[in-house]
T-cell receptor, first 114, second 111 residues
Framework: AQSVTQLDSQVPVFEEAPVELRCNYSSSVSVYLFWYVQYPNQGLQLLLKYLSGSTLVESINGFEAEFNKSQTSFHLRKPSVHISDTAEYFCAVRISGGSYIPTFGRGTSLIVHP | DTGVSQNPRHKITKRGQNVTFRCDPISEHNRLYWYRQTLGQGPEFLTYFQNEAQLEKSRLLSDRFSAERPKGSFSTLEIQRTEQGDSAMYLC?????????FGPGTRLTVL
């Protein structure tokens, strides 16, 4: 079975500073990886995903994540955050070619201060 | 709006009562998922449908929980004899291929 660890429950950062939200996974087989964002009182939205190909994936709002197979990581980064990025971020893993059910991490609360 | 919708958005009930939640997925999506999310946790999988067939159920889903998707479109999740531990956000998602689209959730409070 696969599992996901998000090491930081909360990450405070000042506006325009860079940020990294960490995600490590455990699986004995190939995986797909996802980052979701949840704004207050809203449902989860897919931010970006890694299925295959280039290990660096990007979102439309400036986030990127890099799949590192040797370190079993899929950390999320943004070079300069905005107040509007304040949200809960969830990393998820799914076995490729298997069940369509992902396993989610506990989430990291990104708090951007002015 | 063509996203996933869930009703009601909030439900307060007394312990022992039955509650039913509805999820309307994106129309062309054949897969539908139910999750439960508690404070400080990520979504926990409950059950999954492909069209009208319920293909997987989590061990978290006790006998008091039942889900249906009778015509392969909307789905309902019923909790019988609610307990205080059932208080949570219940999320529905629909999808095709490798993406899931989540609804806003139904927040259940059991008094």
């Amino acid at each position: 079975a696969q599992s996901v660890t998000q090491l930081d429950s909360q990450v405070p950062v000042f506006e325009e500073a860079p940020v990294e939200l960490r995600c490590n996974y455990s699986s004995s087989v190939s995986v797909y990886l996802f980052w979701y964002v949840q704004y207050p009182n809203q449902g989860l939205q897919l931010l970006l995903k890694y299925l295959s190909g280039s290990t660096l994936v990007e979102s439309i709002n400036g986030f990127e994540a890099e799949f590192n197979k040797s370190q079993t990581s899929f950390h999320l980064r943004k070079p300069s955050v905005h107040i509007s990025d304040t949200a809960e971020y969830f990393c998820a893993v799914r076995i490729s070619g298997g069940s369509y059910i992902p396993t989610f991490g506990r989430g990291t609360s990104l708090i951007v201060h002015p | 709006d063509t996203g996933v919708s869930q009703n009601p958005r909030h439900k307060i009930t007394k312990r022992g009562q039955n509650v039913t939640f509805r999820c309307d997925p994106i129309s062309e999506h054949n897969r539908l998922y139910w999750y439960r999310q508690t404070l400080g946790q990520g979504p926990e999988f409950l059950t999954y449908f492909q069209n009208e067939a319920q293909l997987e159920k989590s061990r978290l889903l006790s006998d008091r929980f039942s889900a249906e998707r009778p015509k392969g479109s909307f789905s309902t999740l019923e909790i019988q004899r609610t307990e205080q531990g059932d208080s949570a956000m219940y999320l529905c998602a629909s999808g095709m291929d490798n993406e899931q689209f989540f609804g806003p959730g139904t927040r259940l409070t059991v008094l």
